[in-house]
């Protein structure tokens, strides 16, 4: 079975920092494309950041410069650090798996909150 867990959400102040990570299991973890999104109530969800297995990687331009995907492959595990964080940022942040580049479907971790308030 296939299983993304994202941790590491909470409540912080503006300007303070917060580290995602998802564990996952079920899937060859290296071949698949790892993308964070999130979404606030009444919005679409958003993508956030992805990175491929060699660690190329893609921003939103509201997180670039704030914020950085990492993943490792030995531990088939993706994190995203968030600094400098803005009452903006506020929403459930997701896990997600991409395996269209091997002709597999995606997969979604269940959610983590982030508010960010004073």
């Known amino acids: 079975q296939v299983q993304l867990v994202e941790s590491g959400g909470g409540l912080v102040q503006p300007g303070g920092s917060l580290t995602l990570s998802c564990a996952t299991s079920?899937?060859?973890?290296?071949?698949?494309?790892m993308g964070w999104y999130r979404q606030a109530p009444g919005k679409q969800r958003e993508l956030v950041a992805d990175?491929?297995?060699?660690?190329?990687?893609n921003y939103a331009d509201s997180v670039k410069g704030r914020f950085t995907i990492s993943r490792d492959n030995a531990k088939n595990t993706v994190y995203l650090q968030m600094n400098s964080l803005k009452p903006e940022d506020t929403a459930v942040y997701y896990c997600?798996?991409?395996?269209?580049?091997?002709?597999?479907?995606?997969?979604w971790g269940q959610g983590t909150q982030v508010t960010v308030s004073s």
């Open positions: 997600k798996a991409d395996g269209r580049l091997v002709g597999r479907i995606g997969y």
């Open positions: 079920g899937i060859s973890f290296r071949i698949y494309v």
């Open positions: 990175i491929t297995s060699d660690g190329s990687t």
